[in-house]
């Protein structure tokens, strides 16, 4: 890919509607809440570093924020 860092924010917002950073931590969230459900990990710690978010406490703020429950309570 030839574009520059701008350009490649600015379609990817266009695209999603949100920023590049907010995409990936939304995806992320889907990913970890996929493994909560299928139950592919014994702890939230596990499910927190499996999608890439090394702090088990702001995932578990970050994923209440996205899905208005926290982890615990989706088990």
Not at 48 to 67: C, H, S
């Amino acid at each position: 890919m030839h574009i520059s860092v701008r350009t490649l924010f600015n379609r990817v917002k266009a695209y999603t509607g949100l920023t590049p950073s907010a995409y990936l931590r939304k995806s992320r969230l889907n990913l970890a809440m996929q493994y909560i459900e299928n139950r592919k990990y014994k702890t939230i710690k596990e499910v927190a570093y499996a999608v890439g978010i090394t702090d088990p406490r702001y995932f578990t703020i970050l994923f209440k924020k996205e899905f208005g429950k926290s982890p615990k309570e989706y088990l």
